[in-house]
């Protein structure tokens, strides 16, 4: 039997954060689709109740650079989404979103979720990192 049809089939226990944006609006109901049970991290929950796939979530309060939201959330994860960024909180973002990714990997290590889907950005291979933008340095 094909294994990646057999992984395929089984139903997975995902976390998404980012639920309220762009990607993680449209990742959210095809999980679900999928048959996988989903929970969302969101620092506004209040921003996901109007998605027709709401009532189909587990949506838990707390915020990335937060440990031990983190953790709560990570418990009994098997795929974990992280589909966030810290643009909008000020000129500190880069090392704030550095650090958010951080506990992300640390605390989904330490839950043993198997993997996770981290977005970030494609650069050119010749393009020094000091000469990105602060966006994708990030």
Known sequence: MDTDSEHSAEQLHCLVTGASGYIGGRLVPELL???????????????????????????????VTDAESVAAAMRGIDVA???????????????????AARIFADRAHAAGVRRIVYLGGLTPQDVPEQDLSPHLRS
Do not use: I, N, Q
């Open 81 to 99: 989404y992280y589909l966030v960024h810290s643009l909008g909180s000020g000129s500190g973002f880069e090392d704030t979103d550095r650090r």
């Open 33 to 63: 689709e999928a048959g996988h049970r989903v929970r969302c991290l969101a620092r506004s929950p209040r921003k996901l109740r109007d998605h027709p796939w709401a009532g189909d979530t587990e949506v838990l309060h707390g915020d």
